[in-house]
């Protein structure tokens, strides 16, 4: 099974793909691992496996606040890739989401390595543009690692061009100008980036950053392939493992349910 | 040469100086730093930008700043010393020729609001202070603890008109108001310049932050050359994120002979750990748009900088000072807390000059290096800041309260 499998299992379905994020360790290594294996029983068809960093300039409060709360209870990067494999023990498909640094520390092959034998399928990153990637380029061809880069509402055609000749698996568009959080309405720009992603590539595109009902779920598969939801998750895990299987049974039914865009 | 004449010193196009460097940002950032880039390239050449910077440093930032020597401090030191006196600035550092230069580029790019991050204040003063003198909104984030230990400048801020947010995610020092600083730039990119206030972040920032600061080793290097007669063997500068050092070095890199010293803030001392000498103790990684060193655990998670000095508390650095540092032109070691403070007192009582407790790092390092060069030696030491915020906590440090004698 690959990303490209996941994206088209969904489309055979006339439905968006649902993805969602926690991060590893969060509240804690057992509980964020019971937390995705509710997510995939209650309809992620992907999950996002978040490495809680220090210092993460892409989020807003909610994940800073859980990525804090995961690395004061001891977490370290070797137990993400026990987290993966639990999702993919559990039957479910994985990707990391992760700022760089923490890959350049543990050696860009060597995370690609233990990501790939722990049943992941790619890595997002948020904050490594194509531009420098070369290593990560190198080290995901050599593991079989699918790449999602990001674009924005900012990105020049130049730019989301070239970011989608450099992705692999799925693109990830920044609904947003922001950090991720929580939102009560989807942004206007979404579909347009959407629509300008499409003249360059057929790569199936997510987007994310805001999203947190089955009505926005619904929005938003009127227009893309998959829909991505974090800080949502982040805060039903905060309330019970219930909170969980709802929100991701809410959302499964919103990507179900496809409005067309206005 | 001119103080933004290109020079074989500079980064790629992308703004890698070797290895290190370039743009380690989110994608929605990248039309923003590309725009600055574009417009910095242009406007480094533009007759027109290049006076009015020049104006304002001299009409409004006062400068030239003086190169005084220190005699009485020197028999300390065991060789001839003189000092680059960024203090004399308006703002009271060097910090104001940066925030000049990228006030200007703000209104060139027709953008009306600033965001800042500050460490012990004295970048958030001196942003606040060219906001208010260009007309633009300033809003300045720092670290609920600096706000605590600066409390005079989140005031003088504040009188200058910008609005002071205190950072409390994180570790809650400067580190984490340039996060919350960078979360502020993607969400308001469209009419907000982030005006940041080291040579470090991604390109184009350490590229020309480190040009609109050159202007102190070109006077400097004037300077020592009319009052000395010759070249000294050492320029000395303390290194946080890297802004001083790299501004008066660029003055002196093409000179060979002239060696190039960066001194750290070394806190309690490299074996306790609590420190912020980065190219002294860091490892390669990306923080906050760029490779360099920074100061990281085994797993990439950054840790936590110390320093008694508020505008050296930080775990990376500048890229080029990597560079400089790996390719043998500059070297760096780091001075304690209680040296940086020995060589605080030493300054005020010796020559009736009040230093900042970042350019006392500087002193101190003056202090280690002299011996070597001996009475024919020849030190140039960038006091890049004044002392009076630092009173509150050399109060503490020596008793004065209580009559102690520092």
Redesign the interface.
């Known amino acids: 099974m690959s990303l490209s499998d996941v994206f088209s299992a969904a489309r055979a379905e006339s439905r968006a793909a649902l993805i969602g994020y926690l991060p590893a360790g969060f509240p804690t290594i057992e509980g964020s691992k019971a937390h995705f294996r509710s997510m995939i029983e209650s309809g992620c068809d992907l999950v996002e496996v978040g490495l809680p960093f220090s210092d993460p300039v892409m989020d807003g409060p909610t994940i800073q606040a859980a990525a804090e709360q995961a690395l004061s209870a001891g977490f370290r990067v070797r137990d993400l890739f026990d987290v993966v494999a639990a999702v993919s023990d559990a039957g479910g498909r994985a990707v990391v989401m992760t700022y760089w640094n923490p890959v350049l520390r543990y050696g860009v092959d060597a995370f690609a390595r233990d990501l790939a034998a722990a049943g992941g399928l790619g890595i997002i990153t948020p904050d490594l543009v194509p531009d420098e990637a070369d290593d990560w380029m190198a080290a995901s061809e050599a593991h079989g690692l699918d790449r999602t880069f990001l674009v924005a509402p900012s990105s020049t055609e130049e730019r989301i061009a070239m970011t989608a000749r450099a992705s692999s698996g799925f693109l990830y568009a920044t609904a947003v100008m922001g950090v991720t959080g929580a939102r009560d309405v989807v942004s206007s720009a979404a579909p347009a980036l959407v629509a300008r992603v499409r003249e360059h590539t057929t790569l199936p595109i997510g987007v994310g950053l805001g999203v947190r009902s089955g009505a926005q779920a619904a929005e938003i598969a009127g227009f893309a392939d998959g829909v991505i939801v974090g800080s949502a998750f982040v805060s039903a895990a905060g309330e019970s493992d219930a909170a969980v299987r709802a929100l991701a049974a809410d959302l499964a039914k919103g990507v179900r349910s496809a409005v067309a865009p206005v | 040469m001119g103080q933004f004449t290109p020079t074989p010193h500079d980064p790629d196009a992308?703004g890698h100086f070797g290895p290190w460097g370039?743009?380690?940002?989110?994608?929605?950032?990248?039309?923003?730093v590309d725009e600055l880039a574009a417009e910095y390239d242009k406007a480094r050449l533009d007759p027109e930008f290049v006076n009015e910077f020049k104006r304002l440093l001299r009409d409004f930032a006062g400068r030239p700043s003086l190169l005084t020597e220190a005699p009485k401090f020197a028999e300390h030191a065991g060789t001839r010393v003189w000092l680059k006196r960024e203090d004399l600035n308006h703002t009271g550092s060097h910090k104001i020729n940066n925030v000049l230069g990228q006030a200007l580029l703000t209104k060139r790019m027709g953008k009306q609001r600033v965001i800042a991050e500050t460490g012990a204040g004295q970048h958030g003063v001196a942003t606040a202070t060219a906001c208010a003198l260009l007309g633009l909104d300033c809003v300045v984030y720092m670290g609920e603890v600096d706000t605590e230990r600066q409390a005079l400048n989140v005031a003088r801020m504040r009188l200058l008109g910008a609005e002071v947010i205190p950072v409390k995610?994180?570790s809650r020092t400067l580190?984490?108001a340039i996060?919350e600083a960078?979360?502020d730039w993607?969400?308001?990119?469209?009419e907000t310049h982030y005006l940041l206030g080291t040579a470090a972040g991604p390109h184009p920032f350490p590229l020309m932050v480190r040009d609109f600061h050159r202007i102190i080793g070109i006077e400097a290097r004037e300077q020592i050359l009319e009052k000395a007669g010759r070249l000294p063997d050492a320029v000395v500068a303390c290194v946080g994120g890297g802004s001083n050092a790299i501004g008066i070095f660029h003055g002196f890199i093409d000179d060979a002979d002239v060696r190039l010293v960066g001194v750290e803030p070394g806190g309690s001392g490299l074996d306790s750990g609590s420190h912020g000498a980065t190219l002294t103790a860091g490892?390669?990684?990306?923080?906050?748009g760029a490779m360099s060193y920074?100061m990281?655990d085994?797993?990439?998670?950054?840790?936590e900088a110390h320093s008694i000095s508020a505008g050296l508390d930080y775990p990376g650095v500048g890229p080029e000072h990597s560079h400089l540092k790996d390719i043998g032109r500059a070297e760096y070691f780091p001075v304690t807390d209680a040296e940086a403070m020995e060589a605080f007192a030493l300054l005020s009582r010796t020559e009736g000059i009040i230093p900042a407790i970042e350019s006392s790092h500087a002193l101190a390092g003056a202090l280690k290096l002299g011996p070597s060069l001996g009475p024919d030696g020849l030190l140039v030491v960038n006091l890049s800041g004044r002392g009076d915020k630092d009173m509150d906590t050399a109060v503490k440090y020596f008793g004065l309260a209580d009559g102690g004698q520092a």
Request: net charge negative.
């Open positions: 992308r370039g743009r380690f940002v989110p994608e929605a950032l990248i039309a923003a995610s994180g580190k984490d996060n960078l979360r993607v969400a308001n990119v469209d490892t390669p990684g990306s923080l906050h920074v990281q085994d797993d990439g998670q950054i840790t």
